[in-house]
T-cell receptor, first 116, second 113 residues
Framework: NAGVTQTPKFQVLKTGQSMTLQCAQD?????MSWYRQDPGMGLRLIHY???????DQGEVPNGYNVSRSTTEDFPLRLLSAAPSQTSVYFC???????????????FGQGTRLTVV | KNQVEQSPQSLIILEGKNCTLQ??????????LRWYKQDTGRGPVSLTI?????NTKSNGRYTATLDADTKQSSLHITASQLSDSASYIC????????????FGKGTSLLVTP
């Protein structure tokens, strides 16, 4: 199993450009999520999905779109990049966080995005 | 507001020494608490997960404790190694909050020879 795979690892965008960060998992996990990590701050939830066809907003969703057409893939789209979106983005997946299972979340390697 | 506070912010120790990292939280109602290790330039990797009924859990040289009454957790690292140099993140989730995880800012640990 590859786990959670994110692409690209690094990206530089100009202000106003759009792009898609890719995330794929091969563990058949129901739950997938996107976080951003900024210096001096904890990871913050952008969007999440509890299964194919179902997505919802997290703490900082503005400027980002997501979709979940398959269980495996959960891409994050930046509609019109802004310097404030310069950050490290992490995708995570888990089997379930509900009930007694409390399974762990697996994180991708991250995408370091710079918007100039 | 659900919050997770970690201390110290950073720590430097000599190889072979022990250390303890702290986590205080106000997340309610409590579901579980996790400790993650994040190496520079990598994603977080889970060390332990504890639910309300668990007050200690070990993973090799890492031992996490949980006091749900005082809402405190600690991560104890025994006989530190250079490879333990990383950021250690405390994460708490609440019941009935969907799938939201509340992340601390992390403790940056440097182990020196």
């Amino acid at each position: 199993n590859a786990g959670v795979t994110q692409t690209p690892k690094f990206q530089v965008l100009k202000t106003g450009q759009s792009m898609t960060l890719q995330c794929a998992q091969d563990m058949n996990h129901e739950y997938m999520s996107w976080y951003r990590q900024d210096p001096g701050m904890g990871l913050r939830l952008i969007h999440y999905s509890v299964g194919a066809g179902i997505t919802d907003q997290g703490e900082v969703p503005n400027g980002y779109n997501v979709s979940r057409s398959t269980t495996e893939d959960f891409p994050l789209r930046l509609l019109s990049a802004a310097p404030s979106q310069t950050s490290v983005y992490f995708c995570a997946s888990s089997y379930s966080d509900r009930g007694p299972m409390n399974t762990e979340a697996f994180f991708g390697q991250g995408t370091r995005l710079t918007v100039v | 507001k659900n919050q997770v506070e970690q201390s110290p912010q950073s720590l430097i120790i000599l190889e072979g020494k022990n250390c303890t990292l702290q986590c205080n939280y106000t997340v309610s109602p409590f579901s579980n608490l996790r400790w993650y290790k994040q190496d520079t330039g990598r994603g977080p990797v889970s060390l332990t997960i504890m639910t309300f009924s668990e007050n200690t859990k070990s993973n090799g040289r890492y031992t996490a404790t949980l006091d749900a009454d005082t809402k405190q957790s600690s991560l104890h690292i025994t006989a530190s190694q250079l490879s333990d140099s990383a950021s250690y993140i405390c994460v708490v989730s609440a019941k009935n909050s969907g799938y939201a995880l509340n992340f601390g800012k992390g403790t940056s640990l440097l182990v020196t020879p």
